[in-house]
Nanobody
């Protein structure tokens, strides 16, 4: 069984930065691609970014390209999401998850082992 725990969310102003972390327990982390999703109130969960098992390739949704950076440290079983120049429309609960299909994958159905989420709120 694998557990994912997100942290690092908070309340910031537009233009600020945050770094989210996703800590994984269990043996699945190192061999699997992973991703970040977000869900705003009243909206469906949407893909943000993903990374291959070795960090060699990444995929971003257009709205975060140039502002967000995904990375991972397999030695620490941790994935990160550096978010710069945050906008009010980035406000959501952010989730990390492990891909159960092949990378790249942008649909939530292609992911398993979700974390509980961390709230990011960006004020204007």
């Amino acid at each position: 069984q694998v557990q994912l725990v997100e942290s690092g969310g908070g309340l910031v102003q537009a233009g600020d930065s945050l770094r989210l972390s996703c800590a994984a327990s269990g043996r699945f982390f190192r061999g699997y691609a992973m991703g970040w999703f977000r869900q705003a109130p009243g909206k469906e969960r949407e893909f943000v970014t993903s990374i291959t098992w070795n960090g060699g390739s990444t995929d971003y949704t257009d709205s975060v390209k140039g502002r967000f950076t995904i990375s991972r440290d397999n030695a620490k079983n941790t994935m990160y999401l550096q978010m710069n120049n945050l906008r009010p429309e980035d406000t959501a609960v952010y989730y990390c998850a492990i891909i159960r299909s092949t990378w790249p994958a942008r649909s939530p159905s292609e992911y398993a082992y979700w974390g509980q989420g961390t709230q990011v709120t960006v004020s204007s």
